[in-house]
């Protein structure tokens, strides 16, 4: 089963672009620091043909058109060609989140309850509003409080409570040095709940931008587009959403293990009542086979599950530095450093 990740923003936030962008970066591999290389694409032809002509339209210079439907995509995360997992990212549609249409309930419904059946919520803020937010404006201040009422309503209705945020600032090139250091103290003071001491909550904060100098001319891309895995942060959400995936992955691996050598060393102690027992009785009930069989099944998982473990660990380890580099990371608000 697929693990899902969920993108949210308010309609011209830039997520389904990055999505777009994302796609075609990630395809090609990002080697990380234990230089293996790891991929993320879709199995999917169809969805790799729409993915594919959404990016092109950016290459020929022109934005593609909002969503106007959530979608899901689906991808499979290889690490030097091992299967790792497989992840949905569902992008939801930027006018659901701030509709009043008695017709879009049954599907802002599904979008609450994704907070709680997500492993990884990744937050959409544009530069050019958040900018707006800062000089004053009273409705791009408002896409805070909007997104701070839609976590509370998570909180409130969910039994999970700890289910980890990247914050993103997208559209980064429109920023200055100082202005993205700005806009992240801004985000950070509007969005105190998630970033202060207490919550107990893992949340990110990065800025990505998909090239320089990028503008919206009525449709028309300009600027330089640089769709890379390693530039323009492009890579740290997704990056961030598997760190999370991983991590539970390998408490819930350790636990699987354990289980296993429970089984294993009952089925030990059965076998060797078992052999103890008259060697007529043994033959007639034929259960040393039934016990030795067993036991090959709890090796065979723990050896399965112990080469997993090592495999999550190898790789939490190479996108640990990698994450860090482009991300700031905070834990129960204490900024976690290199």
């Given at each position: 089963m697929a693990d899902k990740i969920s993108f949210y923003g308010l309609s011209g936030s830039g997520k389904s672009c990055y999505i777009f962008a994302m796609s075609q970066a990630l395809s090609q591999g990002i080697e990380l620091d234990d230089e293996e290389l790891m991929t993320v694409i879709t199995p999917e032809p169809r969805q790799m043909l729409k993915l594919y002509k959404a990016y092109e339209k950016m290459v020929n210079g022109y934005w593609p058109h909002g969503t106007d439907t959530s979608v899901t995509y689906n991808f499979n995360v290889r690490k030097a060609l091992e299967l790792l997992m497989k992840v949905d990212i569902t992008d939801y549609r930027g006018g659901l989140l701030d509709s009043d249409d008695e017709d879009d309930e049954d599907e802002q419904s599904k979008l609450f309850k994704s907070f709680s059946d997500s492993s990884a919520l990744i937050f959409f803020f544009g530069a050019d509003k958040v900018k707006a937010a800062m000089n004053g404006d009273m409705m791009a201040r408002f896409n805070f409080q909007h997104f701070n009422a839609l976590y509370e309503s998570y909180l409130e209705t969910s039994r999970v409570k700890d289910t980890p945020v990247?914050?993103?600032?997208?559209?980064?090139?429109?920023?200055?040095?100082?202005?993205?250091?700005?806009?992240?103290?801004?985000?950070?003071?509007?969005?105190?709940?998630?970033?202060?001491?207490?919550?107990r909550c893992t949340v990110g904060l990065t800025a990505v931008s998909l090239g320089h100098e990028l503008t919206n001319n009525y449709g028309e891309l300009e600027g330089?587009?640089?769709?890379?895995?390693?530039?323009?942060?492009?890579?740290?959400?997704?990056?961030?959403?598997?760190?999370?995936?991983?991590?539970?992955?390998?408490?819930?691996?350790?636990?699987?293990?354990?289980?296993?050598?429970?089984?294993?060393?009952?089925?030990?102690?059965?076998?060797?009542?078992?052999?103890?027992?008259?060697?007529?009785?043994?033959?007639?009930?034929?259960?040393?086979?039934?016990?030795?069989?067993?036991?090959?099944?709890?090796?065979?998982?723990?050896?399965?599950?112990k080469n997993l473990l090592h495999r999550l660990n190898s790789s939490l380890a190479a996108i640990k530095k990698y994450l860090l580099s482009g991300a700031e990371i905070y834990i129960d608000g204490n900024k976690i450093m290199i």
């Open positions: 990247m914050v993103v600032l997208s559209k980064a090139d429109m920023l200055t040095a100082e202005e993205k250091m700005k806009a992240f103290e801004f985000i950070k003071n509007q969005m105190r709940q998630l970033f202060a001491k207490g919550t330089v587009l640089d769709v890379r895995a390693t530039s323009g942060n492009l890579s740290i959400p997704i990056l961030f959403s598997l760190f999370q995936i991983m991590s539970k992955r390998i408490e819930s691996t350790i636990g699987q293990i354990e289980n296993s050598e429970k089984s294993l060393y009952n089925s030990k102690v059965a076998l060797n009542n078992e052999l103890s027992r008259n060697s007529f009785i043994r033959i007639f009930d034929n259960n040393e086979a039934r016990i030795r069989e067993q036991i090959n099944r709890c090796n065979a998982a723990i050896g399965e599950d």
